[in-house]
């Protein structure tokens, strides 16, 4: 137990600096600043201690990131010349996984401005919120889940956007990825050729919305941690497109384990 002692002095005596030293600093502040335990405060009625009393971040803090520039997701398409048929090149840079459910981590690309990285200065639990919008340039409605890359016909085309937490999948319920499909629509043609026009529904058709939150159940340890929605689509989906995102963490600290 910290002991606090008050000075006590006789009146008429001379008293050595040292003394009064000792009195006021080495047995009563020192001790009270940082050498209390628990035992002292026993006898107190009221041990509520408000806000004003806490130091900035002293018990809980936070951050956030965010973008508003378009980042534009292609994968390897196969295109055919005019001029021949047969003459093929391919184009883009990402490949996709057909699989996407079951895609391994690395598969996934992670957004700028929806990924954050963090620091906890103590052991805590975690609350993440997001908000993201995107759309993607896929086909849907088919059965064939293997054709050729590039090849749009006989596919279930589409992208996942999903949480990972420390590199790690946030999980497979729903509340940690949305999956799409088409969210471009071509309108149909009326000059009577039964051909789709080259035109497509924009504004509430065109872009998917997805404002998310995550409540980090366990403690989180003290030190770097990552939070970050990360893209995937199938080869078959040549692109798509990210708008406005953000990601925010709010931390309030643990009690220390016994």
Same mark, same amino acid.
Not at 76 to 102: C, E, F, L
């Given at each position: +137990?910290?002991?606090?002692?008050?000075?006590?002095?006789?009146?008429?005596?001379?008293?050595?600096?040292?003394?009064?030293?000792?009195s006021?600093?080495?047995?009563?502040?020192?001790a009270l600043?940082?050498?209390?335990?628990?035992?002292?405060?026993?006898?107190?009625?009221?041990?509520?201690?408000?806000?004003?009393f806490?130091?900035?971040?002293?018990?809980?803090?936070?951050?956030?990131?965010?973008?508003?520039?378009?980042?534009? *997701?292609?994968?390897?398409?196969?295109?055919?010349h005019?001029?021949?048929s047969?003459?093929?090149?391919?184009s883009?840079? *990402?490949?996709?996984?057909?699989?996407?459910?079951?895609a391994?981590?690395?598969?996934?690309?992670?957004? /700028?401005?929806?990924?954050?990285?963090?620091?906890? /200065?103590?052991?805590?639990?975690?609350?993440?919120?997001?908000?993201?919008?995107?759309?993607?340039?896929?086909? +849907?409605?088919?059965?064939?889940?293997?054709?050729?890359?590039?090849?749009?016909?006989?596919?279930?085309?589409?992208?996942?956007?999903?949480?990972?937490?420390?590199?790690?999948?946030?999980?497979?319920?729903?509340?940690?990825?949305r999956?799409?499909?088409?969210?471009?629509?071509?309108?149909?043609d009326?000059?009577?050729?039964?051909?789709?026009?080259?035109?497509y529904?924009r504004?509430? *058709?065109?872009?998917?919305?997805?404002?998310?939150?995550?409540w980090?159940?366990?403690?989180?340890?003290?030190g770097?941690?990552?939070?970050?929605?990360?893209?995937?689509?199938? /080869?078959?989906?040549?692109?798509?497109?990210?708008?406005?995102?953000?990601?925010?963490?709010? *931390?309030?600290?643990?009690?220390?384990?016994?």
């Amino acid at each position: +137990m910290a002991k606090v002692t008050p000075p006590t002095f006789i009146d008429g005596t001379t008293v050595a600096g040292e003394d009064v030293f000792d009195s006021i600093y080495t047995l009563s502040t020192d001790a009270l600043n940082g050498k209390i335990e628990t035992v002292n405060l026993k006898d107190l009625g009221d041990r509520t201690v408000g806000h004003a009393f806490l130091q900035k971040k002293s018990s809980s803090g936070g951050g956030m990131t965010a973008g508003t520039a378009n980042l534009d *997701y292609f994968t390897h398409q196969v295109i055919r010349h005019s001029s021949d048929s047969s003459q093929t090149s391919t184009s883009g840079v *990402y490949r996709g996984a057909d699989n996407m459910g079951n895609a391994d981590a690395n598969d996934f690309i992670a957004i /700028p401005g929806a990924s954050i990285q963090f620091y906890l /200065p103590f052991r805590a639990y975690v609350l993440l919120t997001w908000q993201i919008t995107w759309t993607c340039d896929a086909k +849907m409605g088919f059965t064939d889940s293997s054709p050729s890359v590039g090849d749009r016909t006989g596919r279930r085309d589409g992208c996942h956007v999903r949480l990972f937490i420390d590199n790690e999948k946030g999980g497979n319920l729903d509340c940690n990825v949305r999956r799409v499909r088409e969210t471009m629509f071509q309108v149909a043609d009326d000059s009577g050729t039964g051909q789709e026009a080259n035109v497509y529904l924009r504004d509430r *058709y065109k872009g998917r919305y997805w404002s998310g939150h995550k409540w980090v159940g366990a403690p989180m340890s003290k030190g770097f941690h990552s939070a970050s929605l990360r893209v995937i689509q199938t /080869p078959g989906t040549p692109q798509v497109r990210v708008r406005a995102r953000s990601m925010k963490y709010i *931390y309030f600290k643990a009690q220390s384990p016994t």
